[in-house]
């Protein structure tokens, strides 16, 4: 992890009316791998803040717990003046001192940037302007997302220097919105596997159990949230990228409609092919639903920077009936006994709330999974060749294995496309009788690190893995990750589906299981 003190860095953190409306004027006019453990013992800390953690480690009083809190609770303590937004800061930076080096998971920490921005943040409360509903509520973001002042390198050596000229728009908004840029966490290489590994930033470790993945692309965010290194994370998906280290670690994500969350980059190549278009959604971590709500609330909205956004109503209609799909069975996979108890737990719980609740099996999955692989596989095969001399065999020749294995010379990308658009109204017919779906996240447990490489099994377990997280992706829709235990360090989680531009009915639902289950609190890393 390093430290950024450019002046670039602390200038990006502006208060948060001056940085939105910056932030949308400019959009309108717009070597060999290093180990984990040497990667992690580059951290630096501000002398101020390691006198702070160890002054607080001798008393036992609420600022030393920050870390522990939601961001709406931070938010709430800020506002009534429980808590300074500075103490907050200095919380989830010692937080980062104490844990990251175990697990790897922040990549660039922003001390003296978050330290500023949380000192004006202070001083408006006391002048009573403090007022944005994120007020001094730290944050990372994912090294694929532009943030002003630091790389967004994709987990490639050879972006170690891309600096963006812009924040994207989720970040820019959430800036607006009063939080307070932390830090940058870690991702696969290229974002391209679900385990968080790369040749630039190394390992991020799972906190529950060393041996399995973190999952990916999104592992640092999940991580650094299950571990209290911050409250609330900005990820993106576009094949379980949010969803998976959610599971994998123990925490809750969103992924939105696609076009709920606008996605911008300025850096190139600033436009997806087909499959990017289709499928990326950016979306927030967290370790409660309200947080995902609020971010949601906030981040969501059209941009010109993404033709694919779109103005919609956050919140839709009542369903006529209260009918839940509960999925217990899924084609071509096997759902471990204890996934399948989260789910069947879950269907009480819905059903103690006065929800109809049928066992189904939705439409067509095996069907989604093909045309996931082929969008993927009809952009990859001609991106990766070109991408070969900078990322590393491993995942060139993981990569080009999925492309060959998709079988693309079945099926004609015009027809590829239409069959995209029947699995779509077929889903949203079965959503229209089942406003909720609820089933698995991964149908398998965790895997060993690095499983998905092998040339063997690797492929097999991917796409036994995510049989229920690809129609999420490939059809555009709303999905909550939400874990239900956390036995054995593995623990196993469950995905609450809705129809395209319902995730309020997704955090609905979500909530009330929360209520049934418990909230989760932010854990020790087991080495």
């Given at each position: ?30 070597q ?40 709406v ?15 907050v800061?200095?919380a ?21 940037a ?65 939080a ?23 390992r ?18 999940a ?38 969350i ?10 997806f ?6 499928m ?41 009936e ?5 999925v ?11 996934t ?31 045309l ?5 596989a ?13 990322v ?42 089942y406003?909720v ?24 377990l ?8 690809l ?27 809705a ?21 989760i ?7």
């Amino acid at each position: 992890m390093i430290v950024l003190r450019l002046q670039q860095a602390a200038s990006s953190q502006q208060p948060a009316a001056a940085a939105g409306s910056q932030q949308r004027q400019q959009a309108a006019s717009s070597q060999q791998r290093q180990p984990a453990a040497a990667a992690a013992a580059s951290v630096f800390v501000r002398p101020s803040i390691q006198l702070w953690v160890q002054a607080e480690r001798g008393k036992n009083t609420s600022v030393a717990a920050l870390h522990e809190f939601t961001a709406v609770k931070l938010a709430a303590m800020i506002r009534t003046g429980e808590a300074s937004s500075r103490e907050v800061v200095q919380a989830h930076l010692a937080r980062i001192e104490e844990v990251n080096g175990r697990v790897n998971a922040v990549t660039v920490v922003l001390a003296d940037a978050a330290l500023a921005a949380a000192n004006l943040v202070d001083r408006a409360h006391q002048s009573g302007s403090a007022t944005a509903p994120l007020y001094g509520v730290p944050f990372t973001v994912k090294e694929s997302i532009d943030c002003l002042g630091t790389a967004t390198t994709h987990g490639i050596r050879g972006r170690s220097d891309a600096m963006p000229h812009l924040d994207a728009p989720v970040v820019a908004r959430m800036k607006s919105a009063g939080a307070i840029l932390l830090g940058r966490t870690n991702l696969s290489e290229m974002g391209l596997r679900l385990c968080t590994d790369n040749p630039l930033r190394g390992r991020t470790w799972n906190p529950r159990n060393r041996h399995l993945t973190a999952g990916g692309s999104s592992g640092g965010d999940a991580v650094a949230v299950a571990t209290g290194m911050v409250p609330i994370s900005l990820g993106c998906d576009m094949g379980g990228s949010l969803r998976v280290p959610a599971h994998c670690c123990g925490i809750v994500s969103l992924k939105p409609t696609t076009g709920r969350i606008p996605h911008a980059s300025s850096l190139a190549p600033e436009d997806f092919g087909m499959a990017g278009q289709a499928m990326f959604a950016p979306g927030p971590m967290a370790r409660s639903v309200a947080d995902l709500r609020v971010c949601l609330s906030l981040v969501a909205g059209r941009d010109i920077r993404d033709p694919r956004s779109a103005d919609v109503p956050l919140v839709g209609p009542a369903p006529e009936e209260r009918r839940l799909a509960l999925v217990t069975d899924i084609p071509g996979a096997s759902i471990p006994a204890d996934t399948l108890a989260a789910v069947q737990r879950a269907g009480e719980l819905l059903a103690n709330a006065g929800w109809v609740v049928d066992e189904v099996t939705p439409p067509e999955v095996l069907r989604v999974g093909e045309l996931w692989h082929k969008l993927i596989a009809t952009d990859l095969s001609i991106t990766m060749p070109m991408a070969e001399p900078v990322v590393s065999t491993a995942l060139f020749d993981h990569v080009m294995r999925l492309c060959r294995a998709a079988n693309l010379e079945d099926i004609s990308n015009n027809r590829l496309h239409q069959e995209r658009s029947r699995l779509m109204r077929e889903w949203s017919g079965f959503l229209a009788e089942y406003p909720v779906a609820i089933g698995p996240n991964l149908t398998c447990t965790p895997w060993p690190l690095d499983a998905d490489l092998n040339p063997e099994s690797g492929p097999e377990l991917i796409a036994q893995a995510t049989r229920f997280i690809l129609p999420a992706s490939v059809l555009g829709l709303p999905v909550v990750a939400f874990p239900m235990t956390f036995g054995n360090g593995a623990p196993t989680g469950i995905q609450i589906y809705a129809d395209r531009w319902r995730e309020d009915l997704c955090l609905q639902v979500a909530e009330i299981i929360e209520q049934g289950v418990g909230t989760i609190a932010p854990i020790e890393p087991t080495v």
